[in-house]
């Protein structure tokens, strides 16, 4: 259950916050803006009338983060107030001339392809054989599998249903995902196999489990991410390639998480498409119809960054520049 807003804007920002669900934005993302900005009226606000540009500007002051960070929460009530103005609430935007913080280019982290298989034999060993828990561990293999295959993101997996998976098609349907976008996409016959093997055991060995998921957790629930990320971070540890994100001039080089897999697969992907010769810009729209980007423009900015020696070296170059400076 979401948590109420409390401050004397409480309304405004619930009214806002179902408006942009209505337009299919994740609700997480901008509830956590406004959850942070309702606690900080609190503190410092109690009326309208307070809410001019300096009250902003000493708000952006006081978030102590990553500069893409303040952007995205002046972005989110930036956004908030030009609601209520066209609502007829407000005459004015206050945070209209608030100019924004010199942001950050952030690389992700890439996973070459074979430290990709590395990962999953790692996740792989982790199965524990025992009945109790085998279903269970091989359903966490499987999602960072379909992360890694297929680019998929960290909730997508998760939230499946069986009558998702199309077995004669060997496809997935992806239902309501980011935007609220819907998509079809056809697996691998490497992981088809590897999901067909689970549900044929599911089937054999947990009869009794109608679990409406297709990876299904305990007590016929639904896994959770913090399940997932557990035993992914595990596995970066097992094969040796934790590192912290780093942050040099201007630039924030990622750590591997969860999302790296997603990255990797569109970077990946696109290395192949140009080592077989072809024009990586031509398989943009399609690469982007299955990823679930709203506009295959958005999987252009893949290109940016061909493949894990690209972001190595675009570290040295950073550091290099340091020392120049």
């Given at each position: 259950?979401?948590?109420?807003?409390?401050?004397?804007?409480?309304?405004?920002?619930?009214?806002?916050?179902?408006?942009?669900?209505?337009?299919?934005?994740?609700?997480?993302?901008?509830?956590?803006?406004?959850?942070?900005?309702?606690?900080?009226?609190?503190?410092?606000?109690?009326?309208?009338?307070?809410?001019?540009?300096?009250?902003?500007?000493?708000?952006?002051?006081?978030?102590?983060?990553?500069?893409?960070?303040?952007?995205?929460?002046?972005?989110g009530l930036r956004a908030l107030f030009a609601f209520l103005l066209r609502q007829g609430l407000y005459s004015q935007n206050p945070l209209e001339?608030?100019?924004?913080?010199?942001?950050?280019?952030?690389?992700?982290?890439?996973?070459?392809?074979?430290?990709?298989?590395?990962?999953?034999?790692?996740?792989?060993?982790?199965?524990?054989?025992?009945?109790?828990?085998?279903?269970?561990?091989?359903?966490?293999?499987?999602?960072?599998?379909?992360?890694?295959?297929?680019?998929?993101?960290?909730?997508?997996?998760?939230?499946?249903?069986?009558?998702?998976?199309?077995?004669?098609?060997?496809?997935?349907?992806?239902?309501?995902?980011?935007?609220?976008?819907?998509?079809?996409?056809?697996?691998?016959?490497?992981?088809?196999?590897?999901?067909?093997?689970?549900?044929?055991?599911?089937?054999?060995?947990?009869?009794?489990?109608?679990?409406?998921?297709?990876?299904?957790?305990?007590?016929?629930?639904?896994?959770?991410?913090?399940?997932?990320?557990?035993?992914?971070?595990?596995?970066?540890?097992?094969?040796?390639?934790?590192?912290?994100?780093?942050?040099?001039?201007?630039?924030?080089?990622?750590?591997?998480?969860?999302?790296?897999?997603?990255?990797?697969?569109?970077?990946?992907?696109?290395?192949?498409?140009?080592?077989?010769?072809?024009?990586?810009?031509?398989?943009?729209?399609?690469?982007?119809?299955?990823?679930?980007?709203?506009?295959?423009?958005?999987?252009?900015?893949?290109?940016?960054?061909?493949?894990?020696?690209?972001?190595?070296?675009?570290?040295?170059?950073?550091?290099?520049?340091?020392?120049?400076i």
């Amino acid at each position: 259950m979401n948590k109420a807003f409390e401050s004397f804007m409480a309304p405004e920002l619930e009214q806002f916050a179902a408006y942009r669900q209505q337009l299919g934005y994740e609700p997480d993302g901008i509830r956590s803006v406004l959850l942070d900005f309702d606690r900080y009226l609190q503190k410092h606000a109690t009326e309208q009338s307070q809410l001019t540009p300096a009250f902003f500007l000493q708000l952006r002051a006081s978030i102590h983060e990553d500069p893409n960070t303040v952007n995205r929460v002046l972005s989110g009530l930036r956004a908030l107030f030009a609601f209520l103005l066209r609502q007829g609430l407000y005459s004015q935007n206050p945070l209209e001339d608030i100019p924004a913080r010199g942001q950050r280019y952030f690389v992700p982290f890439i996973f070459t392809m074979p430290q990709t298989d590395q990962l999953l034999q790692a996740v792989c060993k982790t199965i524990r054989h025992h009945p109790r828990y085998f279903l269970f561990d091989m359903a966490l293999y499987l999602s960072i599998l379909l992360m890694a295959r297929c680019g998929m993101r960290i909730n997508e997996p998760l939230r499946l249903k069986t009558g998702h998976w199309r077995p004669d098609e060997g496809t997935l349907y992806i239902e309501k995902s980011k935007f609220r976008k819907d998509r079809l996409i056809p697996l691998p016959a490497a992981v088809k196999k590897e999901l067909d093997d689970y549900l044929k055991l599911r089937q054999l060995f947990a009869a009794d489990n109608q679990s409406p998921y297709l990876l299904a957790s305990k007590n016929q629930r639904g896994l959770h991410e913090n399940q997932v990320r557990c035993v992914f971070h595990r596995a970066v540890d097992a094969i040796g390639i934790r590192q912290k994100r780093q942050i040099i001039g201007d630039m924030t080089f990622g750590k591997p998480v969860p999302h790296s897999l997603r990255h990797s697969f569109a970077i990946n992907t696109l290395t192949q498409i140009r080592a077989r010769g072809q024009n990586p810009q031509h398989a943009l729209p399609v690469l982007a119809a299955y990823m679930g980007h709203r506009k295959y423009q958005y999987t252009g900015a893949y290109l940016k960054v061909n493949h894990a020696a690209d972001r190595r070296g675009l570290i040295e170059f950073a550091k290099s520049q340091l020392d120049v400076i």
